[in-house]
């Protein structure tokens, strides 16, 4: 299986499954120097872990992450970063019967489809388990990106139809709620509509919006690896979205030229600025200054106990009703998820923008 393998100059793979021993990330072209230790990386993976609301798997795992290697005295050596987070509370049982039938919404029919097996517990690598690496990743990322003065923040826009009110917008109140929704009114309604799902054994689908902020204009390139579709890949690349925006969207295909133009001034400090920001802070593949802003939706958790109808193995049609411990919700916990993805993009980007110029260069290595 090739394709766990993330990002051109900032690197990472990630390893494991739901149901194995271990889930794990390894973490190449990280600079030497940068302040760095398992608290770091702890605070990322405690926002996705499982078991903290009603709203998520009960399944108890601590997500205990430990470094192997790639940090001495407290920063990273510029080698490659290892780290493993041990499952702890897998109940394999609970997964056994599924062995014989396709879920609807899973991969099980494509992975028997393309590989002739399938680790049937849990999903193996195609289980939401599988961002614990990313996440891990993603916080080495952000620390790098930290040092340079830039924040990616992540949180929920909306669940099922309720959504964020720009008028009550409240970027603290995330911190303060089980589903990370920067407006309390909205987290109390969707608290209210997931309450439904759950009775009607059914689960909600949602979206995660994230804010970059101290990108510097020119990170990305034009043609192929324009910084908007490097972020598309990075979104589209988790488990369950099955939707990306950046700035206006889709509703861009709604607006003419003269409302969806960015309009540019003089600053009170001489520089070029945009008045307003419908591009998402990335103009022609490349970042123009301005916070960079993405959306991705989710579809809703595949995994329910209510009545569905499916194929098993021997080809014959029946229907099922999926057991275990599963989140009538997947957005709560993806939000860090989006969060890691997008910062080693950003990271990744900045990285190769390094040597778009000859001056830069020269000056880099002290040469006339």
Not at 259 to 265: G, L, S
């Amino acid at each position: 299986m090739y394709g766990s393998i993330f990002g051109t100059i900032f690197r990472f793979s990630t390893w494991g499954e739901s149901h194995g021993k271990a889930i794990g990330a390894v973490v190449d072209g990280c600079p030497a120097g940068v302040p760095l230790c398992e608290e770091d990386i702890q605070k990322f993976l405690d926002r996705r872990k499982p078991g903290q609301s009603r709203f998520t798997t009960q399944r108890k795992e601590a997500d205990q992450v430990e470094i192997l290697s790639g940090v001495f005295e407290g920063k990273t050596t510029g080698t490659p970063i290892s780290m493993i987070v041990r499952n702890t509370d897998q109940r394999s049982r609970d997964y056994s019967e599924i062995a014989g039938y396709y879920r609807p919404g899973h991969a099980d029919l494509n992975y028997d489809i393309k590989y002739g097996f399938r680790d049937y517990r849990g999903g193996g690598r195609s289980s939401g388990r599988e961002t614990i690496g990313r996440v891990a990743a993603g916080a080495v990322a952000s620390k790098v990106l930290e040092e340079l003065g830039i924040s990616v923040t992540a949180y929920t826009r909306s669940i099922g139809p309720i959504a964020v009110s720009p008028e009550r917008f409240c970027l603290e109140e995330a911190s303060r709620n089980s589903l990370y929704m920067p407006d309390a009114a909205a987290a109390s309604e969707a608290a209210e509509y997931l309450n439904t799902c759950m009775k009607e054994t059914d689960s909600s689908g949602g979206v995660v919006e994230c804010i970059i902020n101290g990108v510097p204009a020119g990170i990305g390139e034009p043609a192929f690896e324009k910084l908007d579709a490097a972020l598309a890949k990075a979104m589209f690349s988790i488990g369950a979205v099955k939707g990306f925006e950046i700035g206006e969207g889709m509703n861009a295909a709604l607006l003419k030229g003269s409302q969806n133009n960015d309009a540019y001034r003089m600053s009170e400090n001489g520089k070029v600025v945009k008045k307003t920001n419908h591009s998402g802070g990335i103009t022609g593949g490349l970042s123009d200054g301005s916070p960079v802003v993405l959306r991705a939706a989710f579809k809703p958790t595949p995994s329910i106990a209510a009545p569905q109808e499916t194929v098993n193995r021997d080809g014959e049609d029946i229907q099922i009703s999926i057991k275990g411990r599963h989140d009538p919700i997947i957005v709560p916990r993806a939000v860090v998820v989006v969060e890691s993805m997008a910062a080693a993009v950003i990271l990744d980007a900045m990285l190769a923008g390094m040597t778009s110029r000859m001056d830069r260069i020269r000056s880099f290595y002290d040469l006339p």
